[in-house]
């Protein structure tokens, strides 16, 4: 009785603890040994040699291991026995955790003889804080299947000594006296009541289960203690009641009266949530989300915009990482464009989009193909008619809580789960043919490398074991539902949509059921229907999506610009630059970049985010656009003069007038001194038709602004564009561009006239080919002397004055 007092007041604050250190735990023994018949994909901790001991001694959790030899038989006839068991009871971490060492590994002979193994499979049970010297207890089971294993597991556990596993609840039943006081001393808002006769497990099993959950309390009632029994008017064996503070009580309802529908109702209680993870306010996410808004959407079906947004993502953000694709990774995106083309159940504009990449990739006999290429087609630059993918994402089903849940792993898992659907609709030969592509895509192009290995596990482990199209979709739904039960309570599970085995009685009841002896059984008939109906094409929603009638527009205006701008720049060669003198590098490298010209995949990314914009967007299994960087080019900085720096020049219509010219022959110029702003201008104009290539799509775009007055310095401006050298390439038009050039040039070095005329036509002639700050540092510096001056004369006054005083005493 005083363990279970003690247990009830640190249970919560134990678990919080325990599970952080099993984390670390896990992450370290799982890393440093590689099991024959194991990995780290079935939630066995690995151990060996090395780390047998930090494992086993004095651990806070219970330990079962198996002791088996990669050679025996039996042990690889028993190892899918032992997955599971590790699967099932995998929510009573860190109360309990499972490991496995080989002693068929050499260097782990001698551990195995240290732990008095004599046959193979050997599984023994190691109590919490066991000593140096124990050999931890044969965990003997009249049959070896996972019943009977987790049973043996719950009786060595609940006849555990003293200590007491710290992150373990209590296990005996609670008694009458117990209850009255129970919300006294354990803060928790529900507290669950399983009422079960003696020989049952269910009660324990269930609060092992909740182990890792807070805001919940699960005690077992015997049906023996009949002052309960007899209060709460309990007529069946097995069943559950919720009991509260007020002395109130009511049943929980669920489908079967068994361990698997007890926990799935149980932590879907209001204020149920994993240890460490706050619930989750959905008023939060709609106002705290800037980025995109929140969708509205039905859990219970699959959108459209969900798989448009993975393929954009597949094919423009994860192929985008490699420059080349070659080998044994283009026959992996050669299946999956071809399967794609084949079963992708999406509108015609990217249906046609598919099938023209798809042509494209088979006729590739190079051995490799370059990205750049692969996305001129799949950015249709040849303007193949009715054929676009739309570019962004608009994530609806798939969206989380948080930009980094959920998201495009979701997007993925629904569209290979729509994939396989299809391929059984339409009669697909192979029945390997979208399971062999998934797997080649993710080994190859996936970029969460750890879930690529984990996937590649499982399908080494049975995928030879699909022979139907319909086993290829009963296939990769349990396999789902495996990642779903090895990552649920991880960092990356949302916690507004917790991991599930999918799916949850309330949206197929049929699909759940219960064996002779209690445990829960999928009914795989009613799933494999129910699989077909969700993922039918049919049954796909298109809310959210854009229109395909402006996808279509939005790419063609993007090429014509795009094909304008080539043209541009073949009638306007660019000619080479002089090198840069070290003295003018080391200038450039000083000032900012600020003149930048939008290029072609800035272009894209506009248009993308405009497509994006105008968007308004789970299923029932399931991250932000990755923005790539994009290298820009800066435009020439302006040189220095006499020891003076002029201004940056930033209107782009006074280089249009540039841009129109072509150097003629070179002739000798005499410059004199006084007229070196004139050898300025030559030396910003002849930089800025160097930049011309970077300027000229934003150039021809913006709107001609009107004539500015020049303070009478149009002359000076016509003679500092004699002296560069250029002339007019259509004669039919110099004087209209000469009249242009003042203008523009004027408007360049003289932007600011408005603002000068209110400081005085002194002031706007002071500024001639001066930066602001030039101007600034110069009336500084004019004060600083000036007020040197006035104290230099004050100083010398008073000395003088008192030298006369002294003259004049007697």
Not at 503 to 521: A, I, L, N, Q
Not at 647 to 652: A, L, P, V, Y
Request: proline fraction near 5%.
């Amino acid at each position: 009785m005083a363990r279970l007092g003690a247990t009830s007041r640190f249970a919560s604050r134990s678990r919080t603890e325990s599970s952080a250190l099993f984390s670390c735990l896990w992450l370290v023994l799982a890393s440093a040994a590689s099991a024959g018949l194991y990995t780290a994909s079935d939630q066995v901790v690995l151990l060996s040699r090395r780390n047998v001991g930090s494992a086993l001694v004095n651990s806070s959790a219970a330990m079962v291991v198996e002791f088996y030899a990669s050679w025996c038989g039996h042990c690889v006839a028993f190892s899918p026995v032992y997955k599971k068991l590790a699967r099932d009871i995998k929510e009573w971490k860190p109360a309990v955790n499972i490991a496995a060492i080989d002693c068929g590994n050499e260097e782990n002979s001698k551990v195995c003889m240290e732990y008095e193994i004599r046959g193979y499979p050997t599984i023994k049970f190691f109590p919490a804080y066991s000593e140096a010297d124990s050999t931890g207890v044969s965990l003997r089971a009249s049959s070896r299947d996972v019943l009977g294993l987790r049973r043996r597991v719950i009786d060595h556990l609940e006849g555990h000594k003293e200590p007491w596993p710290p992150a373990c609840p209590p296990l005996e039943p609670i008694s009458q006296a117990e209850i009255d006081v129970f919300f006294e001393t354990n803060s928790v808002q529900h507290l669950a009541l399983i009422f079960e006769d003696v020989k049952s497990y269910i009660g324990r099993e269930v609060t092992l289960d909740l182990l890792q959950f807070e805001n919940i309390a699960v005690r077992r009632v015997l049906n023996t203690d009949q002052s309960l029994v007899t209060k709460l008017g309990v007529t069946e064996f097995p069943s559950c009641y919720l009991y509260y503070p007020s002395g109130n009580f009511t049943r929980l309802m669920v489908n079967y009266e068994a361990r698997t529908f007890y926990f799935y109702a149980l932590q879907r209680l209001p204020a149920v949530v994993r240890s460490g993870k706050p619930p989750v306010v959905l008023t939060e996410i709609h106002t705290n989300r800037t980025e995109e808004p929140w969708r509205p959407f039905n859990r219970s079906r699959v959108y459209m915009a969900d798989l448009e947004s993975a393929l954009h993502y597949s094919l423009r953000v994860e192929l985008a990482a490699r420059e080349v694709i070659e080998g044994d990774a283009l026959n992996a995106l050669n299946k999956y464009v071809s399967v794609l083309a084949k079963y992708f159940p999406g509108r015609p504009t990217v249906v046609n989009l598919l099938k023209s990449l798809n042509s494209w990739l088979q006729n590739q006999t190079a051995g490799q193909i370059s990205y750049e290429a692969f996305k001129k087609v799949l950015d249709n630059t040849a303007q193949a008619p009715n054929a676009a993918l739309p570019e962004g994402v608009r994530w609806v089903g798939c969206q989380g809580s948080q930009p980094h849940f959920r998201r495009y792993p979701c997007g993925m898992w629904t569209l290979f789960h729509v994939l396989t659907v299809q391929a059984n609709v339409t009669g697909g030969s192979d029945p390997l043919e979208v399971l062999n592509a998934m797997r080649n895509y993710i080994h190859h192009f996936f970029g969460c490398r750890y879930c690529a290995e984990h996937f590649e596990n499982m399908a080494k482990d049975s995928l030879e074991l699909v022979y139907t199209l319909e086993s290829a979709i009963m296939w990769l739904w349990s396999r789902h539902n495996r990642v779903n039960n090895r990552i649920a309570g991880a960092l990356s599970e949302d916690p507004l949509f917790p991991k599930i085995q999918w799916p949850p009685p309330e949206m197929c009841p049929f699909c759940h059921t219960v064996s002779k002896s209690g445990e829960h059984k999928w009914n795989n008939e009613q799933v494999l229907s129910f699989l077909v109906s969700y993922f039918d094409s049919s049954s796909i929603l298109t809310d959210y999506l854009e229109d395909e009638n402006q996808i279509l527009e939005k790419q063609k205006e993007k090429h014509v610009k795009h094909r304008e701008r080539k043209a541009r720049e073949a009638v306007n060669p660019v000619p080479p630059s002089p090198s840069p003198s070290p003295a003018q590098e080391e200038e450039e490298e000083e000032e900012s970049p600020q003149d930048e010209a939008m290029t072609y995949e800035e272009e894209e990314a506009q248009a993308a985010s405009e497509m994006e914009g105008k968007s308004s967007e789970p299923t029932p299994w399931a991250q932000t656009d990755i923005e790539l960087g994009r290298g820009r080019r800066q435009a020439p900085r302006s040189s220095r003069f006499a020891g003076m720096r002029f201004g940056k020049q930033r209107d782009d219509h006074g280089l249009q007038s540039i841009l129109g010219m072509r150097f003629r022959e070179k002739r000798d110029d005499i410059v004199d001194l006084d007229s070196f702003v004139n050898q300025h201008f030559k030396d910003k104009a002849l930089q800025m038709a160097a930049s011309s290539r970077v300027k000229q799509r934003t150039l021809q775009t913006k709107v001609e602004q009107e004539p500015r007055p020049a303070f009478g310095l149009s002359m000076e401006l016509d003679a500092a564009l004699g002296m560069m050298g250029l002339q007019r390439m259509d004669a039919d038009l110099e004087v209209k561009e000469k009249r242009r050039q003042k203008r523009e040039l004027a408007g360049q070095y003289f932007g600011r006239e408005t603002e000068l005329t209110h400081k005085g036509h002194w002031m706007s002639a002071l500024s001639i080919g001066f930066s602001n700050l030039d101007v600034s540092l110069c009336v500084i510096l004019y004060s600083l002397s000036a007020m040197c001056l006035l104290l230099m004369y004050l100083f010398f006054k008073h000395r003088l004055k008192r030298r006369r005083v002294k003259i004049a005493l007697p």
